[in-house]
């Protein structure tokens, strides 16, 4: 274990009957990180989190907190407070008494208790809703009041449970980015839990994919974009056009896939080294899709060329998306800006060359 | 459309309204009326006359009535309240599904029987040859006399009182959002304090109302005090029924059931302001 590490996952598995929510997690949280946990509903991720809260208790395994293992302790002995998807605000007491809470079960006196809750409202800027009810307060207000509640113990890590999902689209951006700043300033570890991409890649120094409770991938948000573990991480990310098919060959530094679009090279850096694919096993490339060309004739000094047409396009701000179709019927995206728009004919229909550089071509493991 | 809606929704309650218009608030104006008639020669002549007020009021016995009355009512409400807490508790978090719907089957169960076979019984356990003081006797110990005691009375009307008390507690228990008992736990709240610091003001409202419930059968009841509490110390229901009986009364009669259905506004009101207190009136958007 490194020094810094602050949580450890040792072969957790959590079994509901007959039902495996998590099956063997192997994981490391660093102190001070921002990490967030990512999949669709029923990966497992909110099982994961609620076990290092100590609200569910691992069927097999160790979770060990600050070296010290922690399945036996039940969450009230536990420093992990918690940010409730619903946030679990108290509707009996007012903001401040909600804000105190944890102190006073804490024993801390009632001028000390005040002064610090104080604090936390300040920094939230929530002190002139202090003695509101909770039902007077808006979305954003009771994220804030939340977020207090469970940092006026000043705890080493916070455990954040979908915490935004109810605040509209620009509601979310700002508290994602108290949040972030919060984060920072306090050097306090945050375990994030989302289904959201952008909430996870825009938060988080690094992100943990889970899919049917098992870890697909962790890494940083750039790591994960560019370079996708397995093919379903690239398929959830959505950002990468994969291509399946045949290995025909291997050599030094790259290979050649034979897919039903045609063959294409890639090149293979030194890391894919030790798991170098053998010919003819099945192997999968991604191609993100702002590495690939679009031309109107068939490029004369591409290697990867695939012939397409045009099926719809989507302009977000300054980039537009066009989504293509090959005579496979495999589908291919390409983004690109506005400017390198103009020059192509995009109606629908339009046939199109697809091209990209076997630099930009990544291998995904198989599993 | 507005109108066809209100004019369809009264289809349905207009029987109700009439229903309680004919057999509530008309004898309820026709009991305001009575208590001011006059009794010569046990004949009673409508009248408006304040006597049977003053006459009422002016009675030590009467307000010993009352006093004894209210506070049965009281220890009724707070004792049924804290027996059936425990148990609508157990029922609402630590019984499965279907352990909770038997459970609640069975609380529903004493309302099968009548509840004066029930008292009935109670006095076959509680007199002094009774089962309990012969289950007492084999171990050396009573008799005790428990029949026609104040604790006899207790017990009818807890018999009364219980199972309505533990269906309405559990019903507010069922109702608290789990997360909030979660989240206490997180902040270092242990299980039993939970219970004081969250589940109870959680569910305030209904704790109340279901003490209120208890507070009102037991305030309003006559067949426990007369046979299980032996009709001494009198309380307002057996007054009545005095007053009745000894010469044509019924005007007086009318003031103590009139004091009684005041006193029971008042005490339904005092515990809804009590249970809605430092609640938000208005709620602004989520």
């Known amino acids: 274990m490194e020094r810094d590490t602050l949580v450890s996952f040792e072969g957790v598995v959590k079994r509901f009957g007959n039902f495996t929510a998590v099956q063997r997690m192997d994981f490391e949280i660093k102190k001070g990180e921002f990490l967030a946990i990512m999949g669709s509903s029923g990966c497992g991720k909110t099982t994961t989190l609620r076990m290092l809260a100590g609200l569910e208790a691992p069927t097999e395994g160790t979770i060990r907190l600050s070296g010290k293992p922690i399945n036996h302790l039940p969450t009230w002995q536990r420093d992990t407070p918690m940010v409730w998807q619903s946030l679990a605000l108290f509707p009996f007491l007012n903001v401040r008494e909600n804000v105190e809470f944890a102190l ?39 994220q804030r009041v939340a977020l207090a509640r469970s940092l006026v113990v000043e705890p080493e890590i916070l455990l954040l449970d979908e915490p935004l999902s109810a605040l509209d689209a620009a509601l979310k951006v700002r508290m994602q980015a108290v949040l972030k700043t919060l984060q920072r300033e306090t050097g306090i570890t945050f375990v994030y839990v989302t289904h959201s991409q952008s909430e996870a890649f825009s938060m988080a120094d690094r992100v943990v994919i889970m899919s049917r409770g098992v870890i697909e991938q962790i890494g940083t948000p750039q790591e994960i974009y560019r370079t996708p573990r397995t093919k379903f991480v690239a398929d959830f990310l959505g950002s990468s056009n994969i291509f399946s098919g045949k290995v025909a060959s291997v050599s030094e530094g790259a290979m050649e896939i034979d897919a039903p679009s045609g063959r294409m090279r890639l090149a293979l850096p030194d890391t894919a080294r030790r798991s170098r694919p053998v010919p003819g096993s099945t192997a999968t490339v991604t191609v993100l899709d702002t590495r690939m060309g679009l031309s109107v004739a068939r490029p004369a000094d591409a290697v990867n060329v695939v012939p397409a047409k045009v099926i719809g396009e989507e302009f977000v701000g300054a980039t537009a998306t066009l989504y293509l179709e090959t005579d496979h019927g495999q589908e291919i995206r390409v983004q690109m800006g506005h400017e390198a728009l103009e020059n192509l004919p995009v109606g629908i229909g339009q046939r199109l060359y697809a091209h990209w550089s076997p630099a930009d071509g990544h291998l995904v493991a198989e599993v | 459309m507005r109108s066809r809606l209100s004019l369809y929704g009264l289809t349905f309650s207009l029987p109700l309204l009439v229903w309680q218009l004919l057999f509530f608030v008309f004898p309820l104006v026709f009991l305001v009326a009575l208590s001011f008639w006059t009794v010569k020669n046990f004949t009673m002549t409508p009248d408006f006359d304040t006597v049977n007020w003053v006459t009422m009021f002016s009675r030590g016995v009467f307000w010993q009535a009352y006093g004894t009355t209210f506070a049965l009512a009281t220890v009724a409400a707070a004792l049924t309240s804290a027996l059936a807490f425990p148990c609508a508790y157990a029922i609402a978090f630590k019984l499965s599904d279907t352990a909770r719907r038997w459970a609640v089957f069975l609380m529903v169960i004493p309302f099968f029987t009548s509840y004066l076979v029930r008292v009935y019984s ?19 110990l009573g008799p005790y006399g428990m029949l026609n005691t104040k604790g006899a009375t207790l017990v009818g009307y807890l018999t009364l009182a219980f199972p309505l008390v533990v269906l309405l507690q559990l019903f507010s228990l069922a109702f608290i959002d789990r997360n909030l008992i979660e989240a206490a736990h997180n902040m270092r709240c242990g299980r039993m304090r939970t219970v004081f610091e969250v589940v109870i003001p959680s569910a305030r409202v209904g704790l109340v109302i279901a003490a209120l419930f208890a507070f009102i059968l037991s305030f309003g009841d006559f067949v426990s005090p007369i046979y299980l509490g032996g009709g001494d110390p009198t309380t307002l229901s057996i007054l009545i029924t005095d007053t009745t009986k000894s010469g044509q009364q019924w005007p007086r009669a009318a003031v103590i059931a009139l004091t009684m259905i005041a006193t029971l506004l008042v005490v339904a009101f005092v515990a809804v302001r009590f249970a809605y207190a430092g609640r938000a009136s208005k709620e602004v958007g989520k």
């Open chain 1, 104 to 142: 006073k079960m804490r024993g801390v006196g009632k001028a000390e208790r005040r002064r610090r809750a104080e604090q936390w409202l300040d920094r939230m800027q929530i002190s002139e809703f202090a003695e509101r009810n909770i039902a007077q307060l808006s979305g954003g207000q009771r």
């Open chain 2, 122 to 140: 109670w006095q076959i356990f509680l007199s002094d040859a009774g089962i309990v003081n012969v289950m007492l006797g084999y171990v050396g």
